[in-house]
């Protein structure tokens, strides 16, 4: 076997030609046996057959809707455990455990009718028949062994009887590949299992030697160990790169999230799990499990819908202009092309910034602005968006800093007439600056309609701008989105692939609380618009990302764009469909796979990523940043931890938490799924009591305070700074032999767990000395007796505010006496 150690194999390669070998590998397989077999045997299911369900198992879910399972109750869990009832049972007598459908129903009840028995076979293989579909690798295989003069036989593990096999069979496969199969084996008709005898049956039903023979199936056991032991060839398909099965694991992780009904009520599906094993590759590089295996299906099922929102419109008569708005629509748009094998629609820029800039005609227009932004206090860049002159703004920024009350102070500046006047003459120079863009983009005309694409979410481009193009320019505005969002608009005309026709909204905000990841991936290499010349044509902010981060783009968006080209390749020769909900499920499931379990590769890979606002500021910001992740988990534990604004922030803290550990990650998609609320002390039952001495003058007195639980060990000790004149100090020697101090931090009281705690927050490691501790290194201290102290002496330097000393530790080895004693 390849390790990570050896040189990455290219595609089709065998992983041990002796034992294994992958779907790019079957084109050449029988290359390698040349005048040494006769015959080909296949296993059936998950080698000849694969289904679009997640795992075989997921097929009952979907059984258990069909209106006979319904009617007599026979739910998923029930079909599961009848089967294995059904096997030990007939273990007891037969010393065999292969059972048929008739066995599993009757173990489901006993007294089953005939009629009964024979419908709800019928409607078993009726899922399966909808569920199954060829994998055109192994189609291939069959058509060149027959063309060598191998006869072609199927040996199955199976509940289904031969003819009932050889019928679905029959509508799966082509015509002329059906026929070159021979001999059908099912284990239930022959009462044995391959490991348990199969293959004996196989080879005296035959005649046939057992080194003519080259058997291949994707069971170890069952397809190479039971074979290979009677001296039959052998070899198991392997369906993914390890790095892809752990992929489709965090898959199945993710859609319990997103849809609680999946595996409840309905099946868990991933059709494309086929074409993963045939084309995502043997390397599991980080470029193939994002761009290919995750970024691809996301925007193969967005640009199915885009299509079939656009051919929609198209039929309504109003003959629609397609927008794809730059940049973040920038992906869909090439994926839309690859689907439909042409160019679609136009690529426009018009960034958030330009919407609102556009959108200014009342003091509700900017009102409804203000309420979003004003509590940031972000105040100049709240003027540029309202596109204020810079004398105005500097004159308006001064009043407000002088203010008790910044914000009241700034909106009473903004709401004088004459500033709202300037508002609103710059926004409307604006906005014919924006529709001489689309006149020269589009050819844009009055009456027209145009559909905006977009990844979502509330649509804010749609929102701002529908009103004052259909008041100004008689134009109709429509969204198509990858998530839409509810939003206070009855008229808002939007359609969502994720929406809450189909989703709970809790879902859909999880995924856009952290979209940042999804909207980096999306975009153009190209800078936001900030305004237009008076020819229309785009101008650009400054800020920029780095070249780095395109090149790595570029890599993950070609793999995109080549497993949408192969998608439709590999559903062609399949002969299969993939419905819409499919499609909608796949979508889903991978972006909440993407943003909320992230593997590590990927996070290597994606750890230089950057986030720019689009909003008139030039704020670029870390997508994530594991040690500062890491860091805040250890300081503020996870409740507090992602609790970040401005530059101190990151976009997608799911990432951070992912890498510390998997349950703080489903810890994280809970909360956000179902609106969890925890309080501090609700984290954990442990505690770690110190004695706090405090020194006044000649005078000593001492309290004992409890530190909290925060990740890895840590612990969290605050103590109320009363007295910035009083020295304290932490006996750490009556607890511990060896402590490990992380951090300690001056924090004002009221910015304690805020979102600003890192603007209100000094080191106090200067103010810090020891007393019977040596450090040795990195934070590691010996208690050297048990009156060890770390002793606080901040001698008046840290201001009259109220504060709070947190001082992060970890105890290594507790103090003899403690443990004695304990």
Not at 378 to 386: K, W
Not at 425 to 454: C, M, P
Not at 466 to 487: M, N, R
Request: with cysteine; proline share 4%; glycine share 6%.
């Amino acid at each position: 076997m390849q390790t990570e150690q050896t040189r990455t194999p290219p595609a089709g390669y065998y992983p041990n030609l002796q034992t294994q070998i992958d779907a790019n590998a079957l084109a050449t397989v029988l290359d390698h046996y040349a005048g040494k077999i006769k015959i080909l045997s296949l296993d059936c299911f998950d080698t000849l057959l694969w289904r679009k369900t997640a795992t075989p198992a997921d097929v009952f879910f979907d059984l258990q809707q069909r209106p006979l399972f319904k009617s007599m109750g026979f739910t998923a869990r029930l079909r599961r455990q009848a089967e294995s009832i059904a096997r030990e049972k007939i273990y007891l007598h037969t010393g065999s455990s292969e059972v048929s459908l008739n066995d599993i129903y009757q173990a489901h009840h006993s007294h089953i009718l005939t009629e009964q028995s024979a419908g709800l076979s019928d409607e078993e293989l009726s899922v399966e028949n909808s569920i199954c579909y060829a994998f055109p690798p192994v189609v291939e295989l069959i058509r060149q062994a027959d063309r060598l003069g191998l006869k072609i036989i199927i040996v199955s593990d199976t509940y289904l009887n031969k003819q009932q096999l050889s019928d679905l069979l029959r509508e799966k496969l082509p015509q002329d590949v059906m026929c070159k199969i021979s001999h059908i084996f099912c284990s239930c008709e022959h009462g044995k299992s391959k490991k348990s005898g199969l293959f004996r049956r196989v080879l005296e039903s035959l005649h046939a030697s057992p080194q003519n023979i080259l058997h291949i199936g994707d069971n170890q056991t069952a397809d190479f160990n039971a074979a290979r032991s009677l001296g039959l060839h052998a070899l198991t398909l392997i369906h993914h790169h390890p790095a892809v099965a752990e992929l489709l694991r965090m898959y199945a992780l993710a859609g319990s999230f997103i849809d609680p009904e999946i595996r409840n009520t309905r099946s868990l599906t991933h059709p494309f799990r086929g074409l993963l094993a045939l084309r995502a590759g043997p390397h599991g590089n980080p470029e193939n499990t994002i761009g290919y295996a995750t970024l691809g299906p996301i925007l193969y099922a967005f640009a199915h819908f885009i299509l079939k929102e656009i051919n929609r419109a198209s039929h309504s008569g109003t003959r629609p202009k397609v927008l794809f708005l730059m940049r973040d629509a920038y992906l869909p748009s090439l994926a839309c092309e690859a689907l439909a094998g042409c160019e679609i629609g136009n690529r426009v820029r018009i960034s958030r910034f330009a919407a609102y800039a556009s959108s200014f005609r009342h003091q509700n227009d900017i009102d409804s602005y203000l309420a979003e932004r004003v509590q940031s206090k972000r105040f100049q860049e709240i003027c540029r968006q309202l596109l204020l002159p810079e004398a105005i703004s500097a004159s308006i920024l001064k009043k407000t800093e002088n203010a008790r009350d910044s914000i009241s102070e700034f909106i009473r500046q903004i709401h004088q007439s004459s500033i709202m006047k300037m508002i609103f003459d710059a926004s409307a120079a604006y906005r014919n600056r924006l529709f001489k863009h689309l006149q020269k983009e589009i050819g844009l005309e009055s009456g027209n309609t145009l559909i905006f694409v977009d990844l979502g979410y509330s649509g804010t481009a749609q929102l701002r701008l529908a009103p004052v193009f259909k008041d100004e320019f008689g134009i109709q505005i429509e969204g198509c989105y990858l998530i839409a969002l509810p939003v206070n608009d009855p008229c808002s005309r939007r359609r969502g692939l994720l929406d809450t026709s189909h989703f709970d909204e809790n879902a859909l905000i999880m995924l856009v609380t952290y979209i940042a990841l999804l909207e980096q991936m999306c975009t153009s290499n190209g800078k936001s618009v900030i305004d237009y010349d008076q020819e229309g044509n785009a101008l650009y902010s400054e800020t920029g990302l780095a070249s780095d981060q395109h090149d790595k783009l570029l890599l993950l968006q070609s793999e995109c764009i080549r497993f949408i080209h192969d998608a439709v390749t590999f559903i062609q020769q399949a002969q299969t469909e993939i419905s819409d909900d499919m499609l909608r499920d796949v979508a889903a499931i991978n972006l909440c796979r993407l943003l909320f379990l992230p593997l590590k590769p990927e996070l290597d890979f994606l750890k230089n990523f950057h986030f720019d606002f689009n909003m008139g500021c030039d704020d670029i910001i870390p997508v994530f940043d594991v040690d500062k992740g890491l860091e805040g988990l250890r300081r503020r534990s996870w409740l507090h931890c992602s609790k970040e604004i401005n530059k101190n922030m990151r976009t997608n803290y799911p990432a951070e938490w992912r890498s510390a550990s998997l349950e703080l990650a489903l810890t994280l998609m809970s909360q956000h799924r179902f609106g969890l609320e925890f309080a501090l002390n609700d984290l954990s039952h442990r505690r770690e009591s110190l004695e706090i001495l405090v020194f006044q003058g000649q005078q000593v007195s001492s309290l004992s305070l409890e530190a909290m639980p925060t990740h890895d060990g840590y612990f969290s000790l605050m103590i109320p700074v009363v007295n910035p004149d009083c020295p304290l100090g932490v006996r750490f020697g009556g607890a511990y032999k060896w402590v490990e101090i992380e951090s300690a931090e001056l924090i004002q009281l009221t910015a304690l767990y805020s979102a600003r705690e890192h603007e209100h927050t000094q080191d106090a490691s200067t103010y810090m000395s020891m007393n019977e501790m040596s450090h040795k290194d990195s934070g590691l201290f010996e208690c050297l007796t048990s009156n060890a102290l770390l002793v606080f002496d901040p001698a008046g330097n840290v201001g009259s505010s109220r504060q709070i000393l947190r001082i992060i530790f970890r105890p290594i080895a507790r103090h003899e006496k403690i443990m004695q004693n304990g």
